[in-house]
């Protein structure tokens, strides 16, 4: 998508949304000066039209969004900005300026199958999960295995540590097998609601 943003309508909305969560943050307004701004030096900055200047967000309290990417809409008179809090967003202290809690990192599992498909598509020498699919899934389902009975070894102690890290290997190479059969995690979790619904 090559949309730009159109800003001879004068100040444009920015909505924050959070780059692992999907949660919405906060809305400024940003002019050409702010956008662009955000983009070089990695941080959002709006203009403020009480302060009548540019105003980067978390320039007194240290708690920067950090820009990650953004969309212009079908209008080119709306952004949207993804961006990593440094702290809470909104200046009263909360996660977010609608008093919500920004929890649920899940928007990243979206990401990290998008990185998977990608390694399967376009294989390098030089990654893992590549390496992988070029085994096969027999290799790709034994992993799965492995991982597996490593989680539940880690389940019987107390070092948290180990146990999510093996956690993390668990649901990594489960999603690369989904990947490797050609299934998404979304049809997992349609088979899930539906049996939520039956009950």
Not at 40 to 47: H, P
Not at 152 to 164: M, P, S, T
């Amino acid at each position: 998508m090559n949309r730009k943003a159109d800003f001879s309508k004068g100040l444009l909305p920015a909505i924050i949304q959070d780059f692992y969560t999907g949660k919405v943050l906060m809305q400024g307004y940003m002019n050409e000066e702010a956008f662009n701004k955000t983009i070089t030096e990695g941080k959002v900055t709006f203009y403020s039209r009480s302060k009548e200047r540019l105003w980067t967000k978390g320039e007194t309290s240290d708690n920067f969004l950090v820009y990650k990417n953004h969309a212009i809409d079908c209008d080119s008179d709306a952004i949207l900005l993804k961006a990593i809090p440094q702290g809470p967003t909104c200046h009263t202290g909360d996660d977010t300026c609608w008093e919500e809690k920004n929890i649920g990192k899940v928007q990243f599992i979206n990401q990290l199958a998008e990185i998977i498909k990608d390694r399967k598509n376009n294989p390098t020498d030089a990654s893992y999960t590549t390496s992988l699919f070029k085994k096969g899934i027999n290799k790709i389902a034994q992993k799965v295995g492995e991982e597996a009975v490593e989680l539940v070894i880690e389940a019987k102690d107390d070092n948290k540590d180990l146990f999510l890290g093996e956690a993390a290997d668990l649901l990594f190479h489960y999603l690369i097998l989904l990947e490797a059969k050609d299934y998404t995690l979304d049809e997992v979790l349609e088979v899930l609601i539906k049996r939520h619904q039956a009950k």
